[in-house]
């Protein structure tokens, strides 16, 4: 059964630093990864997509990584701004799993 | 980018009392939608996968009884969760995937927020 994992849980940063978010999962034959954003309350905006056949995608600012083998992804975010403040969450695909299976997110919160 | 909707986005009912919640794709047609409960301060867990024309595929533990799901169409699938109790007191997000898209991105409604008092 596939678990996902992201870690740290809670982050907390001044604006204007980079930082990393990062995601584990435990079964490396993925369909592709995921990383949205949920705001306190709301549903969840797509931030980036990774097909397992590529290693990073890129979206202004943000940069998601991907290592299958390790079983590991990485979202960096550049010079962070308060509007950033969200729970970033991670999501795989396995297979023909028509599913996402979730990580527990990382709740970022960027002080002005 | 594609849009999915939910209705209602919050509902306040008594125990005992069914609620239904809406997930509606605003400009593709999907013959699968899925079913996610967030509790708080917990990711998404997904209770089951809706698909057009047929049966709902429920995840393990959940009850299909007390949550049914009907895809009557391709871009609407309802979820009532019948004699709702407390313990049924979570946010609810649907999501649709629209298989036109090549990178088959799955788009998430906003969320219902249910109370069971």
């Known amino acids: 059964k596939q678990e996902v994992t992201q870690i740290p849980a809670a982050l907390s940063v001044p604006e204007g630093e980079n930082l990393v978010l990062n995601c584990s999962f435990t079964?490396?034959?993925?369909?592709?990864l995921q990383w949205f954003r949920q705001d306190p309350g709301k549903g969840l905006t797509s931030l980036l997509l990774?097909?397992?056949?590529?290693r990073e995608q890129t979206s202004g600012r943000l940069n998601a990584s991907l290592d299958k083998s390790s079983g590991r992804s990485t979202l960096y975010i550049a010079a962070s701004q308060p509007g950033d403040s969200a729970t970033y969450l991670c999501?795989?695909?396995?297979?023909?799993?028509?599913?996402?299976?979730f990580g527990s997110g990382t709740q970022l919160t960027v002080l002005p | 980018g594609a849009v999915v909707s939910q209705h209602p986005s919050w509902v306040i009912c008594k125990s005992g009392t069914s609620v239904k919640i809406e997930c509606r794709s605003l400009?593709?047609?999907?013959?699968?939608m899925f079913w996610y409960r967030q509790f708080p301060k917990q990711s998404l867990m997904l209770m089951a996968t809706?698909?057009?024309?047929?049966?709902?595929?429920?995840e393990q533990g959940v009850e299909k009884d007390k949550f049914l799901i009907n895809h009557a169409s391709l871009t609407l699938s309802t979820l009532t969760v019948t004699s709702a109790h407390p313990e049924d007191s979570s946010f609810y997000i649907c999501s649709a995937r629209d298989e036109t898209v090549s990178q088959e991105t799955q788009y998430f409604g906003p969320g219902t927020r249910l109370l069971v008092l």
């Open positions: 400009d593709f047609q999907a013959t699968t």
């Open positions: 079964d490396s034959a993925i369909y592709n």
């Open positions: 999501a795989v695909r396995v297979g023909s799993a028509r599913q996402l299976t």
């Open positions: 990774i097909q397992s056949s590529q």
């Open positions: 809706s698909n057009e024309g047929s049966k709902a595929t429920y």
